[in-house]
């Protein structure tokens, strides 16, 4: 674990990725991941670079360097889960095992897919995770205790397929009826588990990857051809691309479709992993707040935070994830209204300096935030310079930046954005410690 501020910053600028052949990264993440010989071999996409920058009077080092592949899939199988916005498992990956030592505990205050949260866990650090979208929890919790696969199966079993119920909107557009009727007798029985307190760990898988079958582009999905389920248009735009495409909702086996997902998901999970998860799960904490104030979250308790807050009204969340929140039944418009996002920079600068005023008190002394943002309106705004003072403000140490640079953007360029043209092209973390 590094313990002063400047070894982190040679870190930073010395750091060269390498692959199979280079020797402790690529063993490391193979142990973790279960993937023979870690990551493929792979060149430096350019040197590092490091440019200074004036951040509250000071010099700050920001550091161009290529920290994680830019090859897609190369995390643990268990964040294979859509949410919008969300980062690589390498990115808190590489700060914990650099910052943290086992059993520490690790923050995520913008919650989302739970990618720092899984990551230590597997890890073996102690996670605590807070979002404003409730449905964050439900696609979180269930991987810190992954049941097995004869489980879920026999479970899958037990569930009456037949006893379907009106769903309440109109989704004749994504789904065959005999699918939404199978839909719809799944999310009945997941209710009332739920309602007569018998809700399980293998009800809570199963209803997270439900959450996450429900719309997508291949047959791995309950619905016909459509956007991704982190990204699901409306009635009206299905119907235009039912049209436009001559298609018609097929019948989809649910149960089969759930237990497939289960099967890749779970297939880098080994005995020593679920092990660490069962104690991240009992040690750790999952909750729905904001993240400005993290209830039950004590002063001076978290070593380190890797997290990434939504940027300047970029996504809507609530509406990207209706259809989720329909079959989990949440409000979406709730939802919608909790999880506006500021359009003007000085509100979310605002915002985001309460935030850092909370990272603040609960971090403990030499602790360290990551704090991961990127550059939006078409590359003009670089959101690094935005979020570094407001650190400094807040009583925090700005250490460094580290840019990141990869050839995609966060957006899919399947879905009509050009690669490194629109949405965050950049992974730009400001690097604060909590002075000694």
Same mark, same amino acid.
């Given at each position: 674990?590094?313990?002063?501020?400047?070894?982190?910053?040679?870190?930073?600028?010395?750091?060269?990725?390498?692959? /199979?052949?280079?020797?402790?990264?690529?063993?490391?993440?193979? +142990?973790?991941?279960? $993937?023979?010989?870690?990551? @493929?071999?792979?060149? =430096? &996409?350019?040197?590092?670079?490091?440019?200074?920058?004036?951040?509250?009077?000071?010099?700050?080092?920001?550091?161009?360097? +290529?920290?994680?592949?830019?090859?897609?899939?190369?995390?643990?199988?268990?964040?294979?889960?859509?949410?919008?916005?969300?980062? =690589?498992?390498?990115?808190?990956?590489?700060?914990?095992?650099?910052?943290? /030592?086992?059993?520490?505990?690790?923050?995520?205050?913008?919650?989302?897919?739970?990618?720092?949260?899984?990551?230590?866990?597997?890890?073996?650090?102690?996670?605590?995770?807070?979002?404003?979208?409730?449905?964050?929890?439900?696609?979180?919790?269930?991987?810190? !205790?992954?049941?097995?696969?004869? $489980?879920?199966?026999?479970?899958?079993?037990?569930? @009456?397929?037949?006893?379907? *119920?009106?769903?309440?909107?109109?989704?004749?557009?994504?789904?065959?009826? $005999?699918?939404?009727?199978?839909?719809?007798?799944?999310?009945?029985?997941?209710?009332?588990?739920?309602?007569?307190?018998?809700?399980?760990?293998?009800?809570?898988?199963?209803?997270?990857?439900?959450?996450?079958?429900?719309?997508?582009?291949?047959?791995?999905?309950?619905?016909?051809?459509?956007?991704?389920?982190?990204?699901?248009?409306?009635?009206?735009?299905?119907?235009?691309?039912?049209?436009?495409?001559?298609?018609?909702?097929?019948?989809?086996?649910? !149960?089969?479709?759930?237990?497939?997902?289960?099967?890749?998901?779970?297939?880098?999970?080994?005995?020593?992993?679920?092990?660490?998860?069962?104690?991240?799960? !009992?040690?750790?904490?999952?909750? *729905?707040?904001?993240?400005?104030?993290?209830?039950?979250?004590?002063?001076?308790?978290? /070593?380190?935070?890797? %997290?990434?807050?939504?940027?300047?009204?970029?996504?809507?969340? !609530?509406?990207?994830?209706?259809?989720?929140?329909?079959?989990?039944?949440?409000?979406? +418009?709730?939802?919608? *209204?909790?999880?506006? %996002?500021?359009?003007?920079?000085?509100?979310?600068?605002?915002?985001?300096?309460?935030?850092?005023? $909370?990272?603040?008190?609960?971090?403990?002394?030499?602790?360290?935030?990551?704090?991961?943002?990127?550059? &939006?309106?078409?590359?003009?705004?670089?959101?690094?310079?935005?979020?570094? @003072?407001?650190?400094?403000?807040?009583?925090?140490?700005?250490?460094?930046?580290?840019?990141?640079?990869?050839?995609?953007?966060? %957006?899919?360029?399947?879905?009509?954005?050009?690669?490194?043209?629109?949405?965050?092209?950049?992974?730009?973390?400001?690097?604060?410690?909590?002075?000694?």
């Amino acid at each position: 674990m590094i313990a002063r501020a400047e070894t982190m910053v040679d870190v930073l600028r010395s750091f060269e990725l390498r692959g /199979a052949a280079g020797g402790a990264r690529a063993g490391e993440q193979g +142990e973790l991941w279960g $993937e023979p010989g870690g990551f @493929p071999v792979e060149k =430096k &996409v350019a040197p590092s670079r490091t440019e200074t920058i004036e951040v509250a009077g000071r010099p700050i080092p920001r550091i161009h360097n +290529e920290l994680w592949t830019a090859r897609q899939r190369q995390g643990h199988s268990l964040h294979e889960i859509s949410y919008r916005a969300c980062f =690589k498992a390498e990115l808190p990956a590489f700060f914990i095992e650099r910052l943290t /030592a086992k059993g520490d505990r690790v923050l995520d205050p913008f919650l989302g897919r739970g990618t720092t949260t899984i990551e230590a866990g597997l890890r073996g650090r102690v996670p605590v995770g807070s979002d404003l979208n409730p449905l964050c929890p439900l696609l979180v919790e269930p991987r810190l !205790a992954p049941p097995r696969l004869p $489980e879920i199966e026999e479970r899958l079993a037990e569930i @009456p397929w037949g006893k379907g *119920e009106d769903a309440g909107i109109d989704l004749s557009m994504f789904y065959h009826p $005999e699918t939404l009727a199978k839909i719809t007798a799944l999310r009945r029985y997941l209710r009332e588990r739920r309602e007569a307190g018998r809700e399980d760990s293998i009800d809570r898988w199963i209803r997270l990857v439900a959450i996450n079958r429900l719309s997508g582009h291949s047959r791995g999905f309950f619905s016909v051809y459509t956007m991704p389920p982190n990204q699901a248009v409306g009635p009206e735009k299905q119907r235009e691309l039912n049209a436009r495409r001559g298609q018609e909702p097929p019948a989809r086996d649910v !149960a089969e479709l759930v237990l497939r997902k289960s099967k890749s998901l779970l297939r880098s999970l080994r005995e020593e992993q679920r092990a660490r998860l069962r104690v991240a799960h !009992a040690r750790g904490t999952i909750t *729905e707040g904001p993240a400005d104030r993290l209830a039950g979250v004590a002063e001076g308790s978290v /070593a380190l935070t890797v %997290t990434s807050p939504p940027f300047v009204d970029v996504v809507d969340y !609530a509406r990207d994830n209706w259809l989720r929140c329909w079959f989990a039944e949440i409000d979406a +418009e709730g939802v919608r *209204e909790r999880l506006t %996002t500021p359009r003007k920079l000085d509100d979310w600068a605002g915002a985001m300096g309460a935030v850092l005023r $909370e990272l603040y008190r609960v971090t403990r002394i030499g602790g360290w935030v990551a704090f991961e943002v990127g550059e &939006v309106r078409g590359g003009k705004l670089p959101l690094d310079e935005i979020v570094a @003072p407001l650190g400094v403000e807040a009583g925090l140490d700005c250490v460094a930046i580290a840019v990141h640079t990869q050839e995609f953007t966060k %957006t899919a360029n399947c879905w009509g954005v050009a690669n490194n043209s629109k949405g965050t092209n950049t992974n730009r973390v400001v690097l604060f410690r909590r002075r000694l």
